[in-house]
């Protein structure tokens, strides 16, 4: 636990299979106006919208609709979302669905009470708001940002082919969060596999850096580890309880800044991974998986101590009568089967993307310090083909 | 992740050696009547005292002096501490210690404003409170009870041979925590231990209950290998930063709930040690774990599974040609060998307790449900009798 970090997360959370109930004892904090967020409408069909809608009209709330938040929601979504609550005078925004939709709430929050654009000031300048923040509740219906207990938020500007996440203060971050497992039972396995992959990356992106000996580590492991079995049970029968219940709580966990404390971070996955998604608009999870281990392979001879102990501590690999690079390469080979069995994207090529796109993803790349070994552009597009 | 469960926690907590500055943001949300909180004086010695009171000045705080607070803190205390409070309208009762001083901080917090004597209400009745809460900061000179992220209070009363701990609402939790592993340097080697101690029972407590597959236990042998590690360097060098720091870490996340969520618990080392405490005021650490063996060896046939668990992933037993039983037990073996290495008490008579109070400690026992097996007295008075 080396430098000086603080470390504050306020969001209540309510969890299990009765968790929505407990919406009724957040309601009455907030005044009558609720914008509700929510994407396609699969909430509609699987009957989660009904049961929100009939306890806001018990609690006596107008609903103002705020449907069609995209999976990767864009500025001009955004912009409408933010002249929604503007128009109605907005007292809380409630998300219902997955990350997008988290993150889009926490967007339009930072931006209904202040006069700029938000995609110039949050996610091209990356500024802090300074105006007055609308609070925010999600009910998720799919596990894997963690956006539910975090503050950052992405978007995407597809005129500019760009896809940027901020991290605002913990002042962002919701208010509470209701997290019923059966509610992503009826998720499509794809998107189910999706999330198990992006709460995996994230909670490598924190652990595969660093050379310090440090409790956040060790908790980065039993994350994997819980996440990696409950996802085994998961592929096989996604409507176990306690598989989905204990992925529900990892994603939570793995990217609520608990991990990352008094260590350093490497995101350069998600950088290009999401450069990825800008190009193709895939889905964020399968960006992440088809490019982590040409990126991890790559990257492993700067870190081989890492990849070691990851080998050892997640995967069982053993070490007797092998070299430090032998063992940590049959840890990531061991992560390549896993993600073979539940089934993720290997290669961005099934993603949409083409040799042609290559130079304009490495562009739209941004490069970031903490890994172990700072990356040029150029091996990017390296670790973008060894990609496609 | 069985059940239905909340979960919030907004301490903020600031980390590192250059923690104690943070005061600076935290004094200017409060008043100007700082009731200062600590113990026999070591901060005087060691000059925390000096760098905190020139912090409150400058700040241009009054300040309420309010020494004295024991090791176990008493209810004569505590009433002498509202007092205090009352008398001089404090704003902010910032503690600097331990978990004693935390403990009584929050103790007196819901006392201040509550017409009911605290003893009564609290520790036999166990009621919330129902007056206004007086916010409390703490600054940890030693790493232990979790104290600086939860709302559990400890409070002993020696006339009725009781002490007792409170886990109140969330709305207890202190406002903020530093945590500055260089002020733990100079606590004396065995109250160091009695702390390491007092951080891996709480872990046990909640590790060692339930049979379902949940992330929290997997947690929760993070935090224990994590511990484990950083206690044999620091036995070694207890200016060692790294495995300092760790353990203060791993002390906040052992009891701040995490590592309970969505499974059930066992208490009763604590409710035994305590009961042990009342009788011979020993360190709270050392009472624990001159109890702990006697009694997870007696529980161990009810939960075989666990313990197997335990051995294997905490202390790397392999469980090759053995039954579950001896891989069980091997585990156990195996920490009692850490403990002997860092120097706990391994039986309650070197900590005065002798045969004529057995009798008088398990009355005083309260006997919770949650573990594997559910305790008669006699029971008690057979793990007391196995640990003299």
Same mark, same amino acid.
Request: net charge negative.
């Given at each position: 636990m080396l430098g000086n970090f603080s470390y504050k997360n306020a969001t209540k959370l309510y969890f299990g299979d009765? =968790?929505?109930?407990y919406l009724n004892e957040e309601l009455? @904090?907030?005044? @009558?106006n609720i914008q509700l967020i929510y994407g396609g409408g699969s909430i509609k069909r699987n009957g989660i919208y009904d049961q929100i809608v009939k306890i806001l009209k018990d609690n006596g709330k107008n609903i103002i609709e705020d449907a069609?938040?995209?999976?990767?929601?864009?500025i001009e979504k955004l912009r409408e979302g933010v002249k929604i609550a503007r128009d109605n005078n907005v007292d809380l925004l409630l998300a219902v669905g997955g990350g997008s939709c988290c993150d889009y709430a926490k967007a339009v929050s930072v931006s209904v009470?202040?006069?700029?654009?938000?995609w110039d000031k949050?996610?091209?300048? $990356?500024e802090e708001p300074t105006c007055e923040i609308v609070p925010v509740g999600c009910i998720l219906t799919?596990?894997?940002?963690?956006?539910?207990?975090?503050a950052g938020s992405v978007i995407t500007n597809h005129e500019q082919k760009l896809k940027i996440g901020h991290v605002f203060?913990?002042?962002?971050?919701?208010?509470f969060s209701i997290l019923n497992? @059966? $509610?992503? $039972?009826?998720?499509?396995k794809r998107q189910m596999v999706a999330g198990i992959y992006d709460i995996f990356n994230h909670i490598c992106e924190q652990y595969f850096s660093g050379e310090d000996d440090n409790t956040s580590d060790y908790l980065a492991e039993a994350l994997m580890k819980s996440l990696i079995h409950s996802s085994l049970i998961a592929i096989e029968d996604p409507e176990d309880y306690e598989a989905r219940s204990n992925i529900m709580w990892t994603a939570t966990w793995a990217l609520n800044t608990l991990i990352s404390r008094g260590k350093s971070t490497d995101w350069m996955v998600h950088m290009i991974g999401q450069s990825v998604g800008a190009y193709t608009d895939a889905t964020h999870g399968m960006t992440l998986a088809a490019v982590s281990l040409p990126y991890y392979r790559y990257i492993l001879p700067y870190g081989v101590k890492k990849f070691k102990r990851f080998a050892e501590e997640?995967?069982?690999? =053993?070490?007797?009568? @092998?070299t430090d690079e032998q063992v940590a390469l049959e840890g990531l080979s061991a992560m390549e089967d896993w993600m073979k069995k539940i089934g993720v994207?290997?290669?961005?090529s099934e993603l949409?993307?083409?040799?042609?796109?290559i130079d304009g993803i490495t562009e739209g790349t941004i490069i970031l310090e903490g890994g172990y070994k700072v990356l040029s552009k150029d091996e990017v597009r390296e670790i973008l083909k060894q990609s496609l």
């Open positions: 009765d =968790s929505l109930s009455p @904090k907030y005044g @009558k069609g938040v995209m999976p990767n929601p864009t009470h202040c006069d700029e654009d938000p949050y996610y091209i300048r $990356f799919m596990a894997g940002t963690g956006s539910e207990m975090n203060g913990e002042e962002v971050m919701p208010k497992p @059966k $509610f992503t $039972f009826s998720l499509p997640v995967w069982n690999v =053993s070490s007797e009568g @092998k994207s290997l290669n961005i949409g993307a083409t040799e042609d796109m």
